[in-house]
Protein backbone atom coordinates (compact mmCIF):
# COMPACT_ATOMS: atom_id res chain seq x y z
CA UNK A 1 0.00 0.00 0.00
CA UNK A 2 2.95 2.46 0.71
CA UNK A 3 4.28 1.55 -2.84
CA UNK A 4 0.91 2.43 -3.88
CA UNK A 5 0.77 6.24 -2.45
CA UNK A 6 4.80 6.39 -3.16
CA UNK A 7 4.29 6.04 -6.65
CA UNK A 8 0.80 7.98 -6.28
CA UNK A 9 3.10 10.71 -5.18
CA UNK A 10 5.11 10.70 -8.02
CA UNK A 11 3.07 11.07 -10.80
CA UNK A 12 1.06 14.00 -8.62
CA UNK A 13 4.45 15.54 -8.54
CA UNK A 14 5.00 14.66 -12.37
CA UNK A 15 1.30 16.25 -13.15
CA UNK A 16 2.41 19.29 -11.49
CA UNK A 17 5.64 19.75 -13.37
CA UNK A 18 3.18 18.93 -16.67
CA UNK A 19 0.90 22.00 -15.54
CA UNK A 20 3.73 24.30 -14.64
CA UNK A 21 5.17 23.76 -17.63
CA UNK A 22 2.60 24.08 -19.55
CA UNK A 23 1.85 28.00 -18.20
CA UNK A 24 5.37 28.83 -18.42
CA UNK A 25 5.17 27.62 -21.98
CA UNK A 26 4.10 30.91 -23.63
CA UNK A 27 5.89 32.92 -22.02
CA UNK A 28 9.31 31.73 -23.40
CA UNK A 29 7.86 32.91 -26.86
CA UNK A 30 9.60 36.18 -27.84
CA UNK A 31 7.62 39.16 -27.20
CA UNK A 32 4.13 39.33 -25.32
CA UNK A 33 2.34 35.76 -24.69
CA UNK A 34 -0.96 37.47 -24.56
CA UNK A 35 -1.00 38.98 -28.07
CA UNK A 36 -0.07 35.94 -29.74
CA UNK A 37 -1.93 33.33 -28.03
CA UNK A 38 -5.13 35.62 -28.79
CA UNK A 39 -4.04 37.06 -32.10
CA UNK A 40 -5.93 34.79 -34.10
CA UNK A 41 -9.09 35.45 -31.76
CA UNK A 42 -9.38 39.31 -32.69
CA UNK A 43 -12.47 40.03 -34.52
CA UNK A 44 -14.07 37.02 -33.17
CA UNK A 45 -14.39 37.80 -30.05
CA UNK A 46 -16.01 40.56 -27.86
CA UNK A 47 -13.69 42.60 -24.85
CA UNK A 48 -14.95 40.85 -22.09
CA UNK A 49 -14.70 37.51 -23.45
CA UNK A 50 -11.28 38.24 -24.54
CA UNK A 51 -10.49 39.32 -21.03
CA UNK A 52 -12.12 35.86 -19.64
CA UNK A 53 -9.73 33.79 -21.75
CA UNK A 54 -6.67 35.79 -21.04
CA UNK A 55 -7.98 35.27 -17.50
CA UNK A 56 -8.00 31.72 -17.46
CA UNK A 57 -4.55 31.40 -18.74
CA UNK A 58 -3.68 33.61 -16.57
CA UNK A 59 -2.12 36.19 -18.94
CA UNK A 60 -3.35 39.32 -16.45
CA UNK A 61 -1.57 42.00 -15.56
CA UNK A 62 -1.51 40.75 -11.91
CA UNK A 63 2.28 39.31 -10.43
CA UNK A 64 3.63 36.48 -12.08
CA UNK A 65 2.23 34.60 -9.05
CA UNK A 66 -1.27 35.10 -8.85
CA UNK A 67 -1.49 34.60 -12.36
CA UNK A 68 -0.12 31.00 -12.08
CA UNK A 69 -2.40 30.71 -8.79
CA UNK A 70 -5.15 31.76 -11.09
CA UNK A 71 -4.00 29.38 -13.85
CA UNK A 72 -3.71 26.34 -11.45
CA UNK A 73 -7.80 26.87 -10.39
CA UNK A 74 -8.87 26.77 -13.52
CA UNK A 75 -7.06 23.71 -14.87
CA UNK A 76 -8.08 21.68 -11.40
CA UNK A 77 -11.69 23.02 -12.88
CA UNK A 78 -11.17 21.45 -16.29
CA UNK A 79 -11.28 24.66 -17.58
CA UNK A 80 -8.84 25.07 -19.99
CA UNK A 81 -10.09 27.45 -22.56
CA UNK A 82 -11.91 28.47 -25.98
CA UNK A 83 -10.11 26.63 -28.96
CA UNK A 84 -9.64 29.29 -31.92
CA UNK A 85 -9.80 26.87 -34.74
CA UNK A 86 -13.15 24.70 -33.46
CA UNK A 87 -14.62 28.74 -32.11
CA UNK A 88 -16.36 28.63 -29.82
CA UNK A 89 -16.07 25.12 -28.50
CA UNK A 90 -14.34 24.60 -25.39
CA UNK A 91 -10.85 22.88 -25.87
CA UNK A 92 -12.21 20.36 -23.26
CA UNK A 93 -15.00 19.47 -25.84
CA UNK A 94 -12.86 19.48 -28.40
CA UNK A 95 -10.21 17.11 -26.87
CA UNK A 96 -13.23 14.89 -25.69
CA UNK A 97 -14.12 14.42 -29.28
CA UNK A 98 -11.02 12.95 -30.25
CA UNK A 99 -9.97 11.36 -27.01
CA UNK A 100 -12.06 8.06 -28.06
CA UNK A 101 -10.17 7.45 -31.20
CA UNK A 102 -6.67 7.61 -29.60
CA UNK A 103 -7.91 5.31 -27.19
CA UNK A 104 -8.93 2.99 -29.61
CA UNK A 105 -6.18 3.27 -32.22
CA UNK A 106 -3.55 3.80 -29.70
CA UNK A 107 -4.87 1.10 -27.10
CA UNK A 108 -5.38 -1.94 -29.06
CA UNK A 109 -1.99 -1.48 -31.00
CA UNK A 110 -0.19 -0.91 -27.44
CA UNK A 111 -1.62 -4.25 -26.06
CA UNK A 112 -2.18 -6.32 -29.41
CA UNK A 113 1.72 -5.54 -30.00
CA UNK A 114 2.83 -6.64 -26.60
CA UNK A 115 0.79 -9.59 -26.65
CA UNK A 116 1.97 -11.24 -29.73
CA UNK A 117 5.58 -9.64 -29.40
CA UNK A 118 6.37 -11.30 -25.84
CA UNK A 119 4.50 -14.86 -26.82
CA UNK A 120 7.14 -14.52 -30.05
CA UNK A 121 9.91 -13.85 -27.46
CA UNK A 122 8.78 -16.94 -25.32
CA UNK A 123 8.88 -19.35 -28.70
CA UNK A 124 12.25 -17.84 -30.00
CA UNK A 125 13.76 -18.06 -26.49
CA UNK A 126 12.65 -21.92 -26.03
CA UNK A 127 14.02 -22.83 -29.46
CA UNK A 128 17.29 -21.01 -29.48
CA UNK A 129 19.33 -21.19 -33.00
CA UNK A 130 16.00 -21.38 -34.96
CA UNK A 131 14.68 -19.46 -37.43
CA UNK A 132 12.43 -17.53 -35.13
CA UNK A 133 15.56 -16.39 -33.26
CA UNK A 134 17.83 -15.58 -35.95
CA UNK A 135 15.73 -13.82 -38.92
CA UNK A 136 12.85 -12.69 -37.13
CA UNK A 137 14.71 -10.52 -34.77
CA UNK A 138 16.55 -8.79 -37.36
CA UNK A 139 13.93 -8.40 -39.15
CA UNK A 140 11.65 -7.10 -36.96
CA UNK A 141 14.56 -4.17 -35.99
CA UNK A 142 14.68 -3.15 -39.26
CA UNK A 143 11.32 -2.26 -39.91
CA UNK A 144 11.63 -0.90 -36.46
CA UNK A 145 14.20 1.22 -38.10
CA UNK A 146 11.10 3.03 -39.84
CA UNK A 147 9.69 6.50 -39.04
CA UNK A 148 6.12 4.79 -38.18
CA UNK A 149 4.47 7.16 -40.09
CA UNK A 150 6.47 6.61 -42.75
CA UNK A 151 5.18 2.82 -42.88
CA UNK A 152 2.15 4.30 -42.46
CA UNK A 153 2.47 6.18 -45.75
CA UNK A 154 4.15 2.97 -47.60
CA UNK A 155 0.86 0.72 -45.90
CA UNK A 156 -1.50 3.12 -46.77
CA UNK A 157 -0.21 3.28 -49.81
CA UNK A 158 -0.31 -0.27 -51.08
CA UNK A 159 -3.45 -1.44 -49.05
CA UNK A 160 -5.75 1.46 -49.45
CA UNK A 161 -4.72 3.27 -52.99
CA UNK A 162 -3.22 0.18 -55.20
CA UNK A 163 -4.87 -3.01 -54.25
CA UNK A 164 -8.06 -0.84 -52.34
CA UNK A 165 -8.90 -3.04 -49.58
CA UNK A 166 -8.96 -0.35 -46.83
CA UNK A 167 -10.61 3.30 -46.88
CA UNK A 168 -7.61 6.12 -47.50
CA UNK A 169 -8.50 7.79 -44.12
CA UNK A 170 -11.61 8.93 -41.50
CA UNK A 171 -12.69 6.78 -38.97
CA UNK A 172 -15.85 5.59 -40.13
CA UNK A 173 -17.53 6.27 -43.62
CA UNK A 174 -18.94 9.80 -44.17
CA UNK A 175 -22.42 8.76 -45.55
CA UNK A 176 -22.77 7.19 -41.99
CA UNK A 177 -24.14 8.64 -38.82
CA UNK A 178 -22.27 7.04 -35.51
CA UNK A 179 -24.78 4.39 -33.89
CA UNK A 180 -24.53 0.74 -32.53
CA UNK A 181 -25.98 -0.42 -35.83
CA UNK A 182 -23.69 -3.33 -37.53
CA UNK A 183 -22.83 -1.68 -40.55
CA UNK A 184 -21.32 1.78 -37.99
CA UNK A 185 -19.31 -0.69 -36.15
CA UNK A 186 -17.18 -2.65 -39.13
CA UNK A 187 -17.06 0.57 -40.70
CA UNK A 188 -14.86 2.03 -37.42
CA UNK A 189 -13.23 -1.57 -37.25
CA UNK A 190 -11.95 -1.32 -41.37
CA UNK A 191 -10.61 1.74 -40.77
CA UNK A 192 -9.06 1.61 -37.48
CA UNK A 193 -7.47 -1.77 -38.69
CA UNK A 194 -4.47 0.04 -41.03
CA UNK A 195 -3.44 2.07 -38.73
CA UNK A 196 -2.98 0.26 -35.69
CA UNK A 197 -1.57 -2.84 -37.58
CA UNK A 198 0.95 -0.27 -38.74
CA UNK A 199 2.30 1.06 -35.03
CA UNK A 200 2.07 -3.25 -34.16
CA UNK A 201 4.65 -4.27 -36.70
CA UNK A 202 6.41 -0.68 -35.99
CA UNK A 203 6.68 -1.89 -32.41
CA UNK A 204 6.46 -5.29 -32.75
CA UNK A 205 10.26 -5.85 -32.76
CA UNK A 206 10.85 -4.29 -28.97
CA UNK A 207 8.69 -7.08 -27.42
CA UNK A 208 10.31 -9.66 -28.75
CA UNK A 209 13.31 -8.76 -28.50
CA UNK A 210 13.07 -7.56 -24.88
CA UNK A 211 11.23 -10.68 -23.69
CA UNK A 212 13.26 -13.09 -25.87
CA UNK A 213 16.79 -11.35 -23.84
CA UNK A 214 15.03 -11.77 -20.51
CA UNK A 215 13.83 -15.23 -21.25
CA UNK A 216 17.25 -16.42 -21.76
CA UNK A 217 18.64 -14.99 -18.98
CA UNK A 218 15.88 -16.79 -16.78
CA UNK A 219 16.03 -20.24 -18.91
CA UNK A 220 19.80 -20.18 -17.09
CA UNK A 221 19.18 -19.55 -13.73
CA UNK A 222 19.11 -22.32 -10.68
CA UNK A 223 15.76 -22.91 -10.45
CA UNK A 224 14.79 -23.53 -13.63
CA UNK A 225 17.09 -26.31 -14.46
CA UNK A 226 16.15 -27.43 -10.54
CA UNK A 227 12.51 -27.52 -12.53
CA UNK A 228 14.28 -29.36 -15.65
CA UNK A 229 15.89 -31.74 -13.34
CA UNK A 230 12.56 -32.77 -11.61
CA UNK A 231 11.54 -34.13 -14.51
CA UNK A 232 8.60 -31.35 -15.66
CA UNK A 233 7.20 -30.75 -19.24
CA UNK A 234 9.01 -28.43 -21.19
CA UNK A 235 6.24 -26.50 -21.82
CA UNK A 236 5.43 -26.12 -18.38
CA UNK A 237 9.01 -25.01 -17.19
CA UNK A 238 8.97 -22.29 -19.93
CA UNK A 239 5.56 -21.04 -19.08
CA UNK A 240 5.09 -21.41 -15.68
CA UNK A 241 8.84 -20.85 -14.08
CA UNK A 242 10.71 -18.87 -17.01
CA UNK A 243 7.96 -16.88 -18.69
CA UNK A 244 6.12 -15.46 -15.73
CA UNK A 245 9.20 -13.81 -14.19
CA UNK A 246 10.62 -12.97 -17.66
CA UNK A 247 7.43 -11.15 -18.25
CA UNK A 248 8.78 -8.61 -15.30
CA UNK A 249 10.51 -6.06 -16.81
CA UNK A 250 8.74 -6.39 -20.01
CA UNK A 251 5.86 -4.93 -17.84
CA UNK A 252 8.17 -2.33 -16.81
CA UNK A 253 9.18 -1.10 -20.14
CA UNK A 254 5.32 -1.17 -20.57
CA UNK A 255 5.21 1.95 -18.88
CA UNK A 256 8.47 3.72 -20.21
CA UNK A 257 7.40 2.81 -24.14
CA UNK A 258 3.82 4.18 -23.39
CA UNK A 259 4.81 7.83 -23.82
CA UNK A 260 7.20 6.49 -26.88
CA UNK A 261 3.97 4.69 -28.59
CA UNK A 262 1.69 7.17 -28.48
CA UNK A 263 3.98 9.85 -29.77
CA UNK A 264 4.38 7.08 -32.96
CA UNK A 265 0.43 6.89 -32.97
CA UNK A 266 -0.35 10.48 -33.28
CA UNK A 267 1.98 11.20 -36.12
CA UNK A 268 0.30 7.66 -37.79
CA UNK A 269 -3.26 9.46 -37.49
CA UNK A 270 -2.23 12.29 -39.02
CA UNK A 271 -1.04 9.79 -42.40
CA UNK A 272 -4.50 8.66 -41.86
CA UNK A 273 -6.42 11.56 -41.40
CA UNK A 274 -7.85 9.84 -38.11
CA UNK A 275 -9.37 12.39 -36.06
CA UNK A 276 -7.75 11.40 -32.64
CA UNK A 277 -5.34 13.92 -30.54
CA UNK A 278 -2.85 14.02 -33.02
CA UNK A 279 -4.99 14.97 -35.77
CA UNK A 280 -6.43 17.64 -33.30
CA UNK A 281 -2.78 18.47 -32.28
CA UNK A 282 -1.39 19.01 -35.62
CA UNK A 283 -4.64 20.90 -36.72
CA UNK A 284 -4.38 23.47 -33.74
CA UNK A 285 -0.18 23.55 -34.71
CA UNK A 286 -0.91 24.68 -38.31
CA UNK A 287 -4.14 26.99 -37.16
CA UNK A 288 -1.99 28.75 -34.36
CA UNK A 289 -4.58 27.18 -31.83
CA UNK A 290 -2.38 27.51 -28.86
CA UNK A 291 -5.23 26.81 -26.04
CA UNK A 292 -6.05 23.56 -27.93
CA UNK A 293 -2.57 22.69 -28.50
CA UNK A 294 -1.96 22.93 -24.78
CA UNK A 295 -4.97 21.29 -23.66
CA UNK A 296 -4.05 18.50 -26.33
CA UNK A 297 -0.41 18.35 -24.60
CA UNK A 298 -1.96 18.06 -20.88
CA UNK A 299 -4.50 15.43 -22.02
CA UNK A 300 -2.09 13.36 -23.31
CA UNK A 301 0.30 13.52 -20.25
CA UNK A 302 -2.37 13.12 -17.64
CA UNK A 303 -3.41 9.90 -19.50
CA UNK A 304 0.46 8.68 -19.76
CA UNK A 305 0.61 8.95 -15.79
CA UNK A 306 -2.84 7.44 -15.40
CA UNK A 307 -1.56 4.23 -17.36
CA UNK A 308 1.27 3.74 -15.80
CA UNK A 309 -0.33 4.02 -12.32
CA UNK A 310 -2.28 1.45 -13.63
CA UNK A 311 1.09 -0.21 -14.80
CA UNK A 312 2.52 -0.04 -11.08
CA UNK A 313 -0.38 -1.70 -9.65
CA UNK A 314 -0.17 -4.69 -12.29
CA UNK A 315 3.42 -5.17 -10.98
CA UNK A 316 2.74 -5.13 -7.74
CA UNK A 317 0.01 -8.15 -8.03
CA UNK A 318 2.62 -9.76 -10.37
CA UNK A 319 5.94 -9.41 -8.16
CA UNK A 320 5.63 -10.14 -4.81
CA UNK A 321 8.98 -8.62 -4.12
CA UNK A 322 7.73 -5.12 -4.85
CA UNK A 323 4.92 -6.31 -2.13
CA UNK A 324 7.79 -7.00 0.50
CA UNK A 325 9.63 -3.52 0.32
CA UNK A 326 6.46 -1.95 0.68
CA UNK A 327 5.89 -2.92 4.08
CA UNK B 1 53.71 9.45 -26.04
CA UNK B 2 50.26 11.01 -25.47
CA UNK B 3 49.41 10.23 -29.33
CA UNK B 4 50.50 6.82 -29.15
CA UNK B 5 48.30 5.86 -26.43
CA UNK B 6 45.14 7.55 -28.42
CA UNK B 7 46.06 5.53 -31.75
CA UNK B 8 46.14 2.32 -29.93
CA UNK B 9 42.91 3.01 -28.43
CA UNK B 10 41.77 4.18 -31.92
CA UNK B 11 42.93 1.36 -33.24
CA UNK B 12 41.46 -0.99 -30.83
CA UNK B 13 37.97 0.25 -31.67
CA UNK B 14 38.83 -0.26 -35.37
CA UNK B 15 39.81 -3.79 -34.23
CA UNK B 16 36.65 -4.35 -32.00
CA UNK B 17 34.41 -3.74 -35.41
CA UNK B 18 36.39 -5.24 -37.89
CA UNK B 19 35.69 -8.87 -35.69
CA UNK B 20 32.16 -8.49 -34.91
CA UNK B 21 30.33 -8.96 -38.34
CA UNK B 22 27.10 -7.25 -37.37
CA UNK B 23 29.92 -4.31 -36.48
CA UNK B 24 31.43 -4.34 -39.86
CA UNK B 25 28.17 -3.52 -41.55
CA UNK B 26 26.40 -1.07 -39.38
CA UNK B 27 30.08 1.12 -40.00
CA UNK B 28 30.06 -0.08 -44.18
CA UNK B 29 26.40 1.27 -43.92
CA UNK B 30 27.12 4.78 -41.72
CA UNK B 31 30.22 5.21 -43.62
CA UNK B 32 28.67 5.45 -46.86
CA UNK B 33 25.64 7.76 -45.25
CA UNK B 34 28.58 9.76 -44.44
CA UNK B 35 30.11 10.26 -47.69
CA UNK B 36 27.05 10.94 -49.16
CA UNK B 37 26.26 13.78 -47.00
CA UNK B 38 29.82 15.15 -46.79
CA UNK B 39 30.48 14.70 -51.09
CA UNK B 40 26.72 13.72 -52.42
CA UNK B 41 25.63 17.47 -52.77
CA UNK B 42 28.20 18.59 -55.07
CA UNK B 43 27.42 16.06 -57.98
CA UNK B 44 23.45 16.96 -57.93
CA UNK B 45 21.92 19.72 -58.80
CA UNK B 46 20.03 22.43 -56.73
CA UNK B 47 17.33 20.40 -54.61
CA UNK B 48 15.40 23.81 -54.43
CA UNK B 49 15.01 24.48 -58.37
CA UNK B 50 11.83 22.93 -60.25
CA UNK B 51 13.64 20.88 -63.35
CA UNK B 52 10.85 19.43 -64.98
CA UNK B 53 6.80 18.07 -65.02
CA UNK B 54 5.67 17.63 -61.36
CA UNK B 55 5.08 13.96 -60.19
CA UNK B 56 7.45 12.21 -62.58
CA UNK B 57 7.89 8.74 -62.34
CA UNK B 58 11.58 7.53 -62.64
CA UNK B 59 13.08 7.74 -65.38
CA UNK B 60 16.47 8.05 -66.82
CA UNK B 61 16.77 11.89 -66.39
CA UNK B 62 15.83 12.15 -63.02
CA UNK B 63 16.67 8.63 -61.94
CA UNK B 64 13.99 9.29 -58.61
CA UNK B 65 11.23 11.42 -60.47
CA UNK B 66 10.30 14.53 -59.55
CA UNK B 67 8.10 15.73 -56.73
CA UNK B 68 5.25 17.98 -56.11
CA UNK B 69 6.96 20.83 -57.63
CA UNK B 70 8.99 19.45 -60.01
CA UNK B 71 12.18 19.46 -58.32
CA UNK B 72 14.45 16.36 -58.56
CA UNK B 73 13.83 13.47 -55.77
CA UNK B 74 17.21 11.91 -55.74
CA UNK B 75 19.16 15.75 -55.37
CA UNK B 76 16.58 16.32 -52.10
CA UNK B 77 17.51 13.15 -50.68
CA UNK B 78 21.07 13.31 -51.38
CA UNK B 79 21.34 17.01 -50.00
CA UNK B 80 18.46 16.43 -47.37
CA UNK B 81 21.42 12.97 -45.97
CA UNK B 82 23.69 16.32 -44.90
CA UNK B 83 21.36 18.23 -42.78
CA UNK B 84 19.69 15.17 -40.96
CA UNK B 85 22.45 13.46 -39.95
CA UNK B 86 24.41 16.71 -39.22
CA UNK B 87 21.46 17.33 -36.75
CA UNK B 88 21.09 13.29 -35.50
CA UNK B 89 24.64 13.40 -34.99
CA UNK B 90 25.28 16.66 -32.68
CA UNK B 91 21.77 16.50 -30.93
CA UNK B 92 23.17 12.78 -30.43
CA UNK B 93 26.30 13.70 -28.69
CA UNK B 94 24.88 17.06 -26.77
CA UNK B 95 21.70 14.74 -25.81
CA UNK B 96 24.46 12.32 -23.86
CA UNK B 97 26.26 15.35 -22.46
CA UNK B 98 23.49 16.41 -20.72
CA UNK B 99 22.73 13.19 -19.72
CA UNK B 100 26.19 12.57 -18.32
CA UNK B 101 26.63 15.38 -16.25
CA UNK B 102 23.09 15.13 -14.87
CA UNK B 103 22.91 11.27 -14.60
CA UNK B 104 26.64 11.26 -12.98
CA UNK B 105 26.11 14.27 -10.65
CA UNK B 106 23.42 12.48 -9.35
CA UNK B 107 24.98 9.05 -8.90
CA UNK B 108 28.10 10.44 -7.26
CA UNK B 109 27.11 12.83 -4.94
CA UNK B 110 24.22 10.77 -3.87
CA UNK B 111 22.03 11.63 -0.93
CA UNK B 112 19.59 15.29 -1.20
CA UNK B 113 21.00 15.76 -4.83
CA UNK B 114 20.81 12.33 -6.25
CA UNK B 115 17.08 12.77 -4.75
CA UNK B 116 15.96 15.78 -6.57
CA UNK B 117 18.20 15.42 -9.74
CA UNK B 118 16.19 11.44 -9.63
CA UNK B 119 12.64 13.39 -9.61
CA UNK B 120 13.58 15.59 -12.24
CA UNK B 121 14.98 12.55 -14.65
CA UNK B 122 11.86 10.47 -13.62
CA UNK B 123 9.75 13.42 -14.45
CA UNK B 124 10.77 13.97 -17.57
CA UNK B 125 10.84 10.27 -18.61
CA UNK B 126 7.17 9.74 -17.52
CA UNK B 127 6.34 12.93 -19.46
CA UNK B 128 5.62 11.98 -23.14
CA UNK B 129 8.57 13.41 -24.93
CA UNK B 130 6.56 14.09 -28.60
CA UNK B 131 3.34 15.99 -27.63
CA UNK B 132 5.70 17.95 -25.36
CA UNK B 133 8.72 18.61 -28.47
CA UNK B 134 5.42 19.61 -30.48
CA UNK B 135 4.03 22.34 -28.42
CA UNK B 136 7.50 23.69 -27.56
CA UNK B 137 8.82 23.90 -31.18
CA UNK B 138 5.58 25.50 -31.75
CA UNK B 139 6.38 28.44 -29.34
CA UNK B 140 9.91 28.99 -30.51
CA UNK B 141 10.55 30.34 -34.16
CA UNK B 142 10.98 27.57 -36.46
CA UNK B 143 14.59 26.52 -37.52
CA UNK B 144 17.47 24.03 -36.71
CA UNK B 145 18.54 25.42 -33.35
CA UNK B 146 14.64 25.44 -32.18
CA UNK B 147 14.76 21.44 -33.27
CA UNK B 148 18.07 20.54 -31.23
CA UNK B 149 16.63 22.32 -28.74
CA UNK B 150 13.82 20.67 -28.47
CA UNK B 151 15.75 17.29 -29.08
CA UNK B 152 17.83 17.72 -26.23
CA UNK B 153 14.77 18.64 -23.54
CA UNK B 154 13.10 15.79 -24.57
CA UNK B 155 16.02 13.50 -24.98
CA UNK B 156 18.40 13.34 -22.06
CA UNK B 157 16.47 11.79 -19.60
CA UNK B 158 16.91 8.26 -20.36
CA UNK B 159 20.40 8.77 -20.58
CA UNK B 160 20.82 10.40 -17.73
CA UNK B 161 19.14 7.11 -15.68
CA UNK B 162 20.82 5.00 -17.21
CA UNK B 163 24.60 7.14 -16.19
CA UNK B 164 23.44 7.88 -13.17
CA UNK B 165 23.12 3.61 -12.44
CA UNK B 166 26.30 3.30 -13.76
CA UNK B 167 28.12 6.07 -11.49
CA UNK B 168 25.77 4.35 -8.07
CA UNK B 169 27.73 0.95 -8.43
CA UNK B 170 31.63 2.19 -9.98
CA UNK B 171 31.03 4.80 -6.58
CA UNK B 172 31.31 1.90 -4.96
CA UNK B 173 34.28 0.24 -5.93
CA UNK B 174 37.49 -0.17 -4.17
CA UNK B 175 39.46 1.99 -6.17
CA UNK B 176 37.34 5.10 -5.97
CA UNK B 177 37.32 4.97 -2.57
CA UNK B 178 40.66 5.03 -2.66
CA UNK B 179 40.57 8.20 -4.33
CA UNK B 180 38.53 9.85 -2.19
CA UNK B 181 40.14 9.08 1.24
CA UNK B 182 43.75 10.26 -1.18
CA UNK B 183 41.78 13.31 -0.86
CA UNK B 184 41.73 13.85 -4.56
CA UNK B 185 38.82 16.56 -5.77
CA UNK B 186 35.82 15.44 -7.15
CA UNK B 187 36.22 16.82 -10.39
CA UNK B 188 39.09 14.66 -11.01
CA UNK B 189 37.81 11.50 -9.71
CA UNK B 190 34.92 11.72 -11.69
CA UNK B 191 37.02 12.24 -15.14
CA UNK B 192 39.92 10.00 -14.05
CA UNK B 193 38.52 7.60 -12.20
CA UNK B 194 34.85 7.17 -13.05
CA UNK B 195 34.27 8.44 -16.55
CA UNK B 196 36.94 5.96 -18.03
CA UNK B 197 35.29 2.66 -16.87
CA UNK B 198 32.04 4.11 -18.76
CA UNK B 199 33.24 4.80 -22.02
CA UNK B 200 32.25 2.39 -24.18
CA UNK B 201 28.95 2.61 -22.66
CA UNK B 202 28.95 6.36 -23.68
CA UNK B 203 29.62 5.23 -27.13
CA UNK B 204 26.89 3.25 -27.44
CA UNK B 205 24.82 5.72 -25.66
CA UNK B 206 25.75 8.29 -28.44
CA UNK B 207 25.04 5.99 -31.05
CA UNK B 208 21.62 5.15 -28.87
CA UNK B 209 20.92 8.93 -29.14
CA UNK B 210 21.42 9.61 -32.70
CA UNK B 211 18.93 7.19 -33.62
CA UNK B 212 16.49 9.00 -31.55
CA UNK B 213 17.46 12.06 -32.90
CA UNK B 214 17.06 11.39 -36.49
CA UNK B 215 13.79 9.19 -35.66
CA UNK B 216 12.42 12.20 -33.92
CA UNK B 217 13.55 14.90 -35.73
CA UNK B 218 12.43 13.31 -38.96
CA UNK B 219 9.13 13.07 -37.32
CA UNK B 220 8.68 17.05 -35.84
CA UNK B 221 9.63 17.83 -39.50
CA UNK B 222 7.36 16.43 -41.03
CA UNK B 223 4.60 17.83 -38.62
CA UNK B 224 5.41 21.21 -40.34
CA UNK B 225 7.88 21.88 -37.34
CA UNK B 226 10.97 22.41 -38.81
CA UNK B 227 11.68 25.03 -41.41
CA UNK B 228 10.24 23.64 -44.16
CA UNK B 229 12.34 25.66 -46.72
CA UNK B 230 15.64 24.03 -46.15
CA UNK B 231 15.66 20.53 -47.52
CA UNK B 232 15.92 17.76 -45.09
CA UNK B 233 14.67 13.78 -44.66
CA UNK B 234 11.72 15.45 -42.68
CA UNK B 235 10.61 17.90 -44.70
CA UNK B 236 11.04 16.06 -47.91
CA UNK B 237 8.05 13.93 -45.87
CA UNK B 238 6.26 16.67 -45.07
CA UNK B 239 6.29 17.88 -48.39
CA UNK B 240 5.12 14.45 -50.05
CA UNK B 241 2.32 14.32 -47.87
CA UNK B 242 1.32 18.10 -48.58
CA UNK B 243 1.36 17.40 -51.98
CA UNK B 244 -0.82 14.41 -51.69
CA UNK B 245 1.39 12.81 -53.38
CA UNK B 246 0.44 9.48 -52.01
CA UNK B 247 -3.21 9.93 -54.00
CA UNK B 248 -1.29 10.69 -56.48
CA UNK B 249 0.17 7.32 -56.49
CA UNK B 250 3.74 9.17 -56.65
CA UNK B 251 5.50 6.54 -54.25
CA UNK B 252 8.64 8.07 -55.72
CA UNK B 253 8.40 10.86 -53.41
CA UNK B 254 8.19 9.19 -50.28
CA UNK B 255 9.51 5.96 -50.53
CA UNK B 256 13.75 6.76 -51.17
CA UNK B 257 13.72 9.16 -48.14
CA UNK B 258 12.14 6.52 -46.04
CA UNK B 259 14.73 3.89 -46.74
CA UNK B 260 17.59 6.17 -46.02
CA UNK B 261 16.28 6.93 -42.60
CA UNK B 262 15.46 3.32 -41.95
CA UNK B 263 19.22 2.31 -43.45
CA UNK B 264 20.93 4.33 -40.64
CA UNK B 265 18.87 3.65 -37.78
CA UNK B 266 19.74 0.02 -39.13
CA UNK B 267 23.41 0.50 -39.63
CA UNK B 268 23.38 2.38 -36.21
CA UNK B 269 21.72 -0.37 -34.15
CA UNK B 270 23.89 -2.79 -35.96
CA UNK B 271 27.48 -0.90 -35.01
CA UNK B 272 25.64 -1.21 -31.36
CA UNK B 273 24.71 -4.33 -30.94
CA UNK B 274 28.01 -5.02 -32.25
CA UNK B 275 29.88 -3.09 -29.53
CA UNK B 276 27.48 -4.33 -27.13
CA UNK B 277 29.19 -7.65 -28.04
CA UNK B 278 32.53 -6.57 -27.92
CA UNK B 279 32.46 -4.87 -24.28
CA UNK B 280 30.04 -7.34 -23.01
CA UNK B 281 32.40 -10.13 -22.47
CA UNK B 282 30.16 -12.32 -21.07
CA UNK B 283 28.30 -12.24 -24.37
CA UNK B 284 31.82 -12.87 -26.26
CA UNK B 285 32.55 -15.60 -24.23
CA UNK B 286 29.10 -17.57 -24.57
CA UNK B 287 29.42 -17.05 -28.40
CA UNK B 288 33.24 -18.55 -28.79
CA UNK B 289 32.04 -21.61 -26.05
CA UNK B 290 29.06 -22.11 -28.45
CA UNK B 291 31.66 -22.41 -31.24
CA UNK B 292 34.13 -24.25 -29.82
CA UNK B 293 30.88 -27.00 -29.08
CA UNK B 294 29.79 -26.47 -32.42
CA UNK B 295 33.21 -28.10 -33.92
CA UNK B 296 32.99 -30.80 -31.74
CA UNK B 297 30.09 -31.76 -33.85
CA UNK B 298 27.61 -30.50 -30.38
CA UNK B 299 24.55 -29.13 -30.76
CA UNK B 300 25.13 -25.51 -29.38
CA UNK B 301 22.56 -25.62 -26.16
CA UNK B 302 22.50 -22.80 -24.20
CA UNK B 303 25.42 -22.80 -21.49
CA UNK B 304 24.50 -23.46 -18.26
CA UNK B 305 25.96 -21.04 -15.46
CA UNK B 306 28.27 -23.31 -14.25
CA UNK B 307 29.92 -23.70 -17.63
CA UNK B 308 29.90 -19.81 -17.75
CA UNK B 309 31.81 -19.91 -14.33
CA UNK B 310 34.38 -22.83 -15.44
CA UNK B 311 34.80 -20.86 -18.65
Not at chain 1, 99 to 113: K, Y
Not at chain 1, 273 to 298: C, E, H, K, T, W
Not at chain 2, 284 to 290: A, K, P, Q, T, Y
Request: aromatic share 10%.
Amino acid sequence: MRYILRRLGFYLVAAWAAVTLNFFLPRLMPGDPATALFARFRGQLSPEAMEALRETFGLTEAPLVKQYLTYLGHILRGDMGISVAYFPSEVSGVIATGLLWTILIAGTAVVVSFAIGTTLGIIAASRRGGWLDNVLPSVLIFVGSFPYFWLAMVVLFIMGFTLRWFPLGHAYSDNLTPSLSLEFISSVLTHAFLPVATVVVATLGGWLLSMRNNMVSVLGSDYVNLARAKGLKPARVIMRYAARNALLPSVTGFGMALGYILGGSLLTEIVFSYPGQGYLLVQAVRNQDYPLMQGIFLMITLAVLGANLIIDVVYLWLDPRTREIGR
Amino acid sequence: MKTNSQETTASIWVEAIRKDRKATAGAIIIGIFLLIAIVGPFFVGDPHEPVGIPLQPPSRSHLLGTTGQGQDVLAQVVVGTRMSLAIGFCVGIIVVMVGALIGITAGFFGGWVDSVLSLLINVFLVIPGLPLAIVIAAYLPSGPLTLGLVLVITGWAWNARVLRAQTLSVRRRDFVAAAVVTGESSLRIVSREILPTMTSLIVAQIIGSTVYAIGAQVGLEFLGLGDVATVTWGTNLYWAQNDSALLMGAWWTFVPTGLCIALVGFGLTMLNSGFDEITNPRLRLERVWRAFLGGLGRPPEPSTPVVRIAE
